[in-house]
């Protein structure tokens, strides 16, 4: 009689010494096939399980056959089937080594006493006795004293579980995953040091697989799409590997724990979710101990993919459009979880909420009710019978944001955008950053804020969520702020600005004092505001003695005196919820405090006003010299209100032969840059603000059109262009048409750079988008020639220009106009414009520019040249750039190179 063939298998999984899980070779959107089988003569001790204990050396035998076999291909056969049972015996090869005679020689099994059957049969029955008598003889394995062995497991958990996670948390400690039972729930036999075995039903932290759920009591089955898969993914690495397990949290009413899952191939929860066959779980994510961002991460990376359980999803748009990244400055904070910021770049303010948080929920109690009517009211809203004491955190939340914030340059990211609903605003909700911190974050962390929490599906939450659940926990796990037991905080502050009468009580008592720390709370206008004093506990009405600014008016109907709005504005910049220190002179008829205010201890807020031309001295005073000081070089200078005291002279600059520049400064952004020294500019003003908005309008309106009329496209002609480096639309002028009529060179009017088009991505446009003029200026640099980028040292300069105004805010003064052309001396904004330390000597003193005499202006400005001359000459010194082999200027004569 043959032998029956052999087949090939992967071992799943070890029962006991004598029992193995086979699995098939998978097929198509199906599990693999399963098999279990015996081998066969041979018989290995029963673990046990919740009801009965193990045999002796139950245990060592498994794990003598499964840190062998598991997970590896094996071949076998089925020598004899048992009729009754159906259950089949084999034989199963490991490479070339029979597993029964393994198992035998090593004393993990006895043979079984049964009837031979054939000769091959009687041969293979002969060998297991003979190294079943050896094992004996040597007392190997089961064969050893049973009265010695004992092994000290928990099939059932019966410690308490909190402890026991306090026990063991964030320890890497050895387990054997025994059971998969859905790609994210395990049951592990774990291993502590020193301590009795014990297994465990532990889900996996950080993330929730699809449920696999069957043949459980009163419980429906339930298989969501891709369980299966997720399951057997889990299985085929991890089903009875050594792994280490870290303890990490409780869930189920404690009853079950959190971990993660180590492997030396990796961590499984992050290969799940890489996968597309788990999804990352915010609460739980907060307790993983790697952190959050590798889950993160590996979920982003199978949206983008669209992986199994991604299969439909839709990249979400980026709230805020092309703009939904910025540097601003924060200019006020309305409460403790929103504030305003102005966008640098382009002077708008915006009303910002951070991003998935909102300060504690205040509960308003009836003052009609009763205490115990009030108490059930409470209770049945919130469960939390202090939240009555909740609101005081907000002023603390908001002081905190002040202190860190006001004043101060962040970048924002908009992360989502809430709707008007239910009488409120719609809000921009944005993660705001300075440096590093965080400060939704911080606030969390001092539970002085509560997070908001999303559906498992909402993508509108912030960017930084992760790190936001981590910091309410720790304030949670500290009881810190609303999550402690603690009595929050009492403010009562009053106003003893309320009348004169008042105000005076507290005159000599603030005059006593001398210097006194304040908050600006609110500015009136230039020169009055509302303090706060948090020493003394109470709110002044503060007015600035000696000067007067221009008046704004009450009423809308009320006509501002000029420069009313622009010295507000700037009282508003400068100071508004600024720590500030105060000197009491007096009292106003209004209740107001007459002084002197101070910023960063030095700086007096009226000489301020004065030297930017936004106030006048009215009155004589201890600081009457400075002040008039002041006011002279405002009038000197003509600022603002000093600008309306006479007109200024028109002055022609080609009919200039001697003296400085005159003084036209402007601020401005470079949009486009040819060379070194040529390039565009966007003044910074009303009009770039009114560009930003109608840039909304027109990209919307060329989604909505997808017609090209090229036919009618003419030269000069100002259309719709489609740029090419991020196919977004653009105001441009056509420079030329091809001869055959397909394509033409534009110029993009708003940002002075130019290209080649094929004329489908070009479309002519309503009037109303050509209303507003062009924002990009050509400009080259004053005084000075910088060679074009494909000449010696040309690309150099272009660099180093790049470099020093790449997106800054630039102060130009224009020192001479040829036509459309300006001639610009360039400032950073944060020196003194002084010619020494122009970006136009810097390129001097860099070796990348020469001093162009031949300029027509050139000599009519003996004072700033010379400056420049300097510079070259110390490049020559120093064979900066283009001096670097001798004298670049003594075969140079051409013509400037712009």
């Known amino acids: 009689m043959t032998s029956p063939k052999l087949l090939n298998a992967t071992v799943k999984c070890v029962l006991s010494g004598d029992t193995l899980i086979l699995r098939g070779k998978q097929t198509a959107n199906q599990p693999p096939p399963e098999r279990q089988l015996n081998l066969a003569y041979i018989q290995a001790p029963r673990i046990g399980n919740q009801k009965k204990d193990d045999e002796p050396f139950a245990f060592e035998s498994r794990e003598f056959i499964r840190s062998r076999i598991v997970g590896k291909e094996v071949s076998f056969r089925v020598d004899y089937t048992i009729p009754n049972s159906g259950r089949e015996y084999g034989t199963v090869y490991l490479g070339s080594e029979n597993l029964a005679h ?69 320890q890497p400690i050895d387990g054997i995953v ?50 299966e898969e997720a399951k057997y993914f889990v299985e085929s690495r991890l089903l009875q590997r050594n792994v280490r397990v870290i303890l990490e949290g409780l869930s189920g009413n404690n009853q079950v724990f959190s971990a993660s899952i180590l492997h030396p191939a990796g961590n499984i929860a992050e290969a799940l979710v890489s996968a597309g066959l788990a999804k990352v779980l915010d609460w739980s994510i907060t307790v993983v101990t790697d952190g959050p961002a590798k889950l993160r991460a590996a979920e982003n990376a199978a949206k983008q993919k669209r992986l ?115 009488g409120y605003e719609a809000k921009e909700c944005a993660t ?83 210097r006194i720390n304040g908050v600006v709370d609110f500015v009136n206008n230039a020169t009055r505001f509302k303090i706060y004093l948090p020493k003394e506990g109470y709110k002044i009405s503060f007015v600035l003695g000696g000067i007067r600014a221009p008046r704004t008016g009450r009423t809308p109907s009320e006509k501002s005196e000029p420069y009313a709005t622009e010295a507000f504005e700037f009282a508003n910049r400068k100071v508004l919820q600024r720590d ?74 080609t009919s200039l032969e001697e003296g400085e520049p005159r003084k036209e400064y402007i601020d401005v952004e470079i949009s486009g840059i040819v060379s070194g020294g040529h390039f565009y500019v966007q003044v910074v003003n009303d009009d770039i603000t009114s560009l930003e908005k109608m840039m909304s309008e027109f990209r919307l309106y060329h989604k909505n059109t997808q017609t090209s009329n090229a036919s009618s496209l003419k030269t000069d002609q100002i259309v719709g262009a489609q740029f090419t480096a991020d196919n977004q639309w653009y105001r441009a002028k056509i420079k030329k048409l091809s001869s055959d009529k397909k394509s033409a060179e534009v110029v993009y009017i708003d940002y002075g750079n130019s290209e080649t088009i094929p004329l489908s991505r070009i479309r002519s446009i309503p009037d109303n988008f050509k209303k507003l003029p062009a924002q990009s200026q050509e400009a080259v640099l004053s005084f000075i020639k910088v060679h074009e980028r494909d000449t010696d040292y040309g690309e150099e300069a272009y660099e180093k220009f790049q470099n020093i105004v790449a997106n800054k805010q630039l102060v130009a003064n224009i020192d001479y106009r040829e036509r459309n052309l300006l001639h610009l001396t360039l400032y950073n904004p944060a020196q003194a414009q002084s010619s020494e330390v122009s970006i136009n000597a810097e390129l001097v003193r860099a070796g990348l520019a020469l001093v162009n005499k031949k300029l027509p202006y050139y000599k009519r400005y003996p004072n700033l040249t010379k400056k420049l001359e300097e510079s070259q000459e110390e490049a020559k010194k120093e064979r900066m750039g283009m001096f670097e082999y001798g004298d670049a200027t003594q075969d140079d004569d051409d013509d400037a190179g712009y």
């Not at 889900?203 to 891709?226: L, T």
């Not at 105060?582 to 209740?591: C, F, L, S």
Request: glycine share 6%.
């Open 102 to 170: 393994l198992v035998v020689k090593e004393g993990w099994a006895k043979v079984r006493e049964e009837n031979r059957k054939n000769k091959e049969e009687d041969r293979d029955y002969d060998d297991l006795i003979s190294f079943e008598q050896a094992a004996q003889s040597a007392v190997k394995g089961i064969w050893q004293d049973k009265e010695k062995y004992s092994r000290n497991v928990n099939y059932t958990f019966q410690e308490d579980s909190k402890a026991y996670l306090e026990k063991y948390k964030g």
């Open 178 to 227: 025994e059971q998969v039972r859905d790609g994210s729930s395990l049951r592990v036999l774990l291993m502590p040091p020193s301590a009795p075995q014990q297994y465990l039903n532990i889900n996996i932290s950080g993330i929730k697989a699809p449920i696999v759920r069957r043949d459980i009591p009163d419980q429906d089955n339930i298989v969501e799409p891709f369980g």
């Open 308 to 422: 199994k359980i991604w299969h439909d999803h839709v990249a979400r748009s980026k709230a805020g459009g092309d703009d939904h990244e910025f540097e601003g400055t924060v200019i006020r904070i309305v409460n403790g979880d929103t504030l305003c910021v102005r966008v640098n770049r382009t002077g708008v303010e915006k009303k910002l909420q951070l991003s998935s948080i909102r300060q504690p929920k205040y509960v308003q109690l009836s003052a009609f009710s009763s205490l115990e009517q009030n108490l059930k009211e409470l209770v049945s809203k919130t469960n939390r019978p202090k939240d009555p004491k909740i609101p005081e955190y907000n002023h603390d939340a908001k002081e905190f944001l002040r202190k860190k914030l006001i004043g101060k340059t962040v970048r924002v990211t908009i992360d989502y955008q809430k709707p008007a609903s239910d």
């Open 432 to 514: 705001i950053k300075l440096g590093e911190f965080n400060p939704a974050e911080a606030l969390l962390e001092r539970g002085l804020a509560q997070i908001i929490r999303h559906r498992r599906d909402d993508e509108d939450r912030s960017s930084c969520y992760d790190q936001l659940l981590i910091a309410e926990q720790k304030a949670q796990t500290n009881a810190k702020g609303v999550h402690s037991n603690k009595e929050p905080p009492t403010y009562r502050i009053g106003d003893a600005s309320e009348n004169a009468s008042k105000a005076r009580q507290y005159l000599h008592s603030l005059q006593r004092v001398g």
């Open 580 to 653: 500030v220190e105060i000197e009491v002179e007096n009292v106003d008829k209004t209740g107001g405090f007459i002084g002197t205010l101070w910023l960063n201890k030095t700086d007096n807020f009226a000489e301020l006003l004065l030297q930017e031309g936004l106030a006048k001295v009215h009155s004589f005073g201890p600081d009457a010299n400075k002040f008039r000081k002041a006011e002279t070089e405002a009038r000197e200078a003509r600022k603002n209100i000093w600008s309306l005291q006479e007109p200024l002279e028109e002055v022609d600059v």
